[in-house]
């Protein structure tokens, strides 16, 4: 594992983020270190990112690790308070052997890891329509990880079930692009139903580790995500 570390100061909790170079996962990292809700974020991801004056103020460590051996890895997800997923991958870009691995397997792995180290509540961002018995692969993966993570007992575990995500990417997905256009539109209409912006689904996450838990296990399906993210005022604001 490669360890490297940034600023200093915070609140005394610490959590890590695995998806930081994500759509999510760089949302929510810009939302940690500039509300400073932790005083420590571990970044796990499989390169190390660019952080430029973000990390200011908050210790950020990243562990650069090889998923296919995460279990050497163990160290990074030792000692924190909570751990936020947004890890994933998609069928065109990795195959369904490969999607099954990085959403399934990863993530089970990771938790385990995470639980193994005392992470109290793990925070995980799954996807509509969840469900282990769907005939979609994409759907009965998300539901799979789903109960494998809850299986682990952690003292709090929130699940996000978010629609269509709302967000800029780097990279090239047509598809996405047409539906995310599409589904843009009709959100004037339906501003829930549909899509959720990755903002919103930030706040929804920052709004869960700010409030006690309401049970062990809490899923939040869009609609649930839109009122929570309302409930954080956006920064400068
Ligand atoms: N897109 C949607 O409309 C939608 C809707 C509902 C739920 N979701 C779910 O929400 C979650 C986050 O979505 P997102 O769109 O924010 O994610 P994203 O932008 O695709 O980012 C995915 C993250 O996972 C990492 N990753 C992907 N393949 C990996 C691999 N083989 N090994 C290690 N790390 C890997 C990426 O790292 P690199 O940067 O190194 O590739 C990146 O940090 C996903 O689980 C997704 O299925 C998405």
């Known amino acids: 594992?490669?360890?490297?570390?940034?600023?200093?100061?915070?609140?005394g909790r610490s959590c890590f983020v695995l998806g930081a170079s994500g759509a999510t996962g760089g949302v929510l990292l810009r939302e940690l270190l500039s509300r400073r809700l932790f005083s420590r974020v571990t970044l796990i991801g499989r390169r190390r990112l660019s952080l430029g004056e973000e990390a200011s103020g908050v210790t950020v460590e990243q562990a650069v690790v090889d998923f296919e051996r995460l279990g050497e890895h163990a160290a990074a997800f030792q000692g924190h308070d909570v751990g936020f997923c947004c890890l994933g991958t998609t069928r065109a870009k990795a195959g369904a052997d490969g999607f099954v691995r990085v959403d399934r397997d990863y993530v089970a792995q990771a938790a385990e890891l995470a639980r193994a180290g005392g992470c109290k509540?793990?925070?995980?961002?799954?996807?509509?329509?969840?469900?282990?018995?769907?005939?979609f692969?994409?759907?009965?993966?998300?539901?799979?990880?789903?109960?494998?993570?809850?299986?682990?007992?952690?003292d709090r575990c929130t699940?996000?079930?978010?629609a269509v995500?709302?967000?800029?990417?780097?990279?090239?997905?047509?598809?996405?692009?047409?539906?995310?256009?599409f589904l843009g539109a009709v959100a004037w209409l339906f501003p829930t139903s549909y899509t959720v912006p990755v903002e919103t689904v930030v706040r929804a996450m920052v709004a869960i580790v700010l409030q006690p838990g309401k049970g062990k296990v809490e899923v939040l399906e869009?609609?649930?995500?839109h009122q929570l993210g309302k409930a954080v005022p956006q920064q400068g604001t």
């Not at 995500?165 to 539906?179: A, D």
Request: a positive charge; one cysteine or more; aromatic letters at 6%.
């Open 1 to 11: 594992m490669a360890a490297d570390k940034d600023g200093g100061g915070g609140s």
């Open 121 to 135: 509540h793990f925070v995980l961002e799954s996807s509509r329509g969840a469900n282990p018995k769907s005939h």
């Open 137 to 154: 692969l994409y759907l009965r993966v998300k539901g799979e990880v789903e109960n494998l993570v809850q299986a682990l007992g952690f």
């Open 159 to 162: 699940i996000l079930r978010p």
């Open 165 to 181: 995500l709302l967000c800029k990417r780097q990279e090239s997905r047509p598809t996405e692009w047409m539906v995310q256009r």
């Open 222 to 225: 869009n609609e649930a995500i």
